[in-house]
């Protein structure tokens, strides 16, 4: 069983929608949890951190289940900008794991 | 925000050859830095953790003769390929980790594409 997994989709989605992106996590003491965005042939950038009391950064809202290790992040009104790939990563004694990624395309 | 960059953005040589990567930390001083390598369509996977003045842990499956990485200060690290193989192509990534702020921040780099003929 992969560490962290996600639906690699790919998700197109017109401009506007909303979307949902789930992730699970094999190991019960992991410690922190992130959404990472690349884009194509780009290096990874911190999105959100998530934590279990749920976060939101204006169209960005992150939710951690710990007792489901399950982590989700939800995406409002898509613009064409957020069409790229979505990774979420874990961290275990400050080592951190990637998922394989969720791709979206936001399409106008 | 901090910064970190790689050098070169990206490389093709000829199989044989060894290949040297630096990364740096532009603004912060860092500690601990990471190699990831990412091939098409998957997640980054990491190579090997070092730590400034020893020696570099590697994960399982990475061999260390074959991907040398040095970390001679706290600004910057090398991983060298040594006699690339087609195989090796991929796409590598540094982050790095500083001495002050969360624990758990990691600055990436902005990645090298390595081609391998």
């Known amino acids: 069983r992969k560490e962290v997994e996600q639906d690699p989709g790919p998700f197109n989605v017109p401009e506007g929608a909303t979307v949902a992106f789930n992730c699970t996590y094999s190991n019960s003491a992991s410690q922190s949890f992130f959404w990472y965005r690349q884009d194509c042939r780009k290096e990874p950038k911190l999105l959100m951190s998530?934590?279990?009391s749920g976060n939101e950064d204006g169209r960005f809202t992150a939710q951690l289940n710990r007792a489901s290790q399950y982590i989700s992040l939800l995406i409002r009104d898509s613009k064409l900008s957020d069409s790229a790939t979505y990774l979420c990563?874990?961290?275990?004694?400050?080592?951190?794991?990637f998922g394989s990624g969720t791709q979206l395309t936001v399409l106008p | 925000g901090a910064v970190v960059s790689q050098h070169p953005s990206w490389v093709i040589c000829k199989s044989g050859t060894s290949v040297k990567i630096e990364c740096r930390s532009l603004?912060?001083?860092?500690?601990?830095m990471f190699w990831y390598r990412q091939f098409p369509k998957q997640s980054l996977m990491l190579m090997a953790t070092s730590n400034e003045g020893s020696k570099a842990t590697y994960e399982q499956g990475v061999e260390k003769d074959k991907f040398l990485i040095n970390h001679a200060s706290l600004t910057l690290s090398t991983l060298t390929v040594t006699s690339a193989h087609p195989e090796d192509s991929s796409f590598y990534i540094c982050s790095a980790r500083g001495t002050s702020g969360a624990e758990e921040t990691q600055y990436f780099g902005p990645g090298t594409r390595l081609l391998v003929l």
């Open positions: 998530v934590y279990s």
């Open positions: 990563v874990v961290n275990l004694r400050r080592q951190l794991t």
């Open positions: 603004d912060f001083q860092a500690t601990t």
